[in-house]
T-cell receptor, first 113, second 112 residues
Framework: DVKVTQSSRYLVKRTGEKVFLECVQD?????MFWYRQDPGLGLRLIYF???????EKGDIPEGYSVSREKKERFSLILESASTNQTSMYLC????????????FGPGTRLTVL | AQSVTQLDSQVPVFEEAPVELRCNYS??????LFWYVQYPNQGLQLLLK??????LVESINGFEAEFNKSQTSFHLRKPSVHISDTAEYFC??????????FGDGTTLTVKP
């Protein structure tokens, strides 16, 4: 089975801190994604990556950056956390081709105080 | 660009009743359509997908969805729901390689 793991299930940080969220997939998938999930807003795409060292902005990239140094790992960085970044963060991966479903990690619930 | 509208944010039903979760989409190109399910405290997982061929697709746990191109819809149905079907359901469309657009989600609550 494809497995997508995220470094933390719950995280509490303070305003202004730099926050790293890590995601690792074990199926050699080319594409990786970071979403945030908020009640009533569904999933909104923050950043995605089609290959190592490649990244593209999603719909809501402001306040976030990403890093993909290795194929299996995709990191989301909050340079200076703010309270409006309190959310559930979901990582996903998929192999190449437009018809393959995404495989999701369990999510990280981030609270910024 | 594509968009997805899930017409109901909350759907409460009694156990063994039928249910329909509605999804409409818009896109200027051909799309692939998906339903994902998120059980409490879990990540999303694929429920079923439409890629091509028969417009009616089924999941292993009794859900089905029908692709209607003229109405740009992909509604999800189940003839008899169980308590264990309580979850949030997301409709998604994919036009570009790997990148999906998700609806806002529908919370299905099955009551005894």
């Amino acid at each position: 089975d494809v497995k997508v793991t995220q470094s933390s299930r719950y995280l509490v940080k303070r305003t202004g801190e730099k926050v790293f969220l890590e995601c690792v997939q074990d199926m050699d998938h080319e594409n990786m994604f970071w979403y945030r999930q908020d009640p009533g807003l569904g999933l909104r795409l923050i950043y995605f990556s089609y290959d190592v060292k490649m990244k593209e902005k999603g719909d809501i990239p402001e306040g976030y950056s990403v890093s993909r140094e290795k194929k299996e790992r995709f990191s989301l960085i909050l340079e200076s956390a703010s309270t409006n970044q309190t959310s559930m963060y979901l990582c996903a991966s998929t192999t190449g081709g437009p018809y393959n479903e995404q495989f999701f990690g369990p999510g990280t619930r981030l609270t910024v105080l | 660009a594509q968009s997805v509208t899930q017409l109901d944010s909350q759907v409460p039903v009694f156990e063994e009743a039928p249910v329909e979760l509605r999804c409409n989409y818009s896109s200027s190109v051909s799309v692939y359509l998906f339903w994902y399910v998120q059980y409490p405290n879990q990540g999303l997982q694929l429920l079923l997908k439409y890629l091509s061929g028969s417009t009616l697709v089924e999941s292993i746990n009794g859900f089905e969805a029908e692709f209607n191109k003229s109405q740009t819809s992909f509604h999800l149905r189940k003839p008899s729901v169980h308590i264990s079907d309580t979850a949030e359901y997301f409709c998604a469309v994919m036009a570009n390689a790997g990148k999906s657009t998700f609806g806002d989600g529908t919370t299905l609550t099955v009551k005894p």
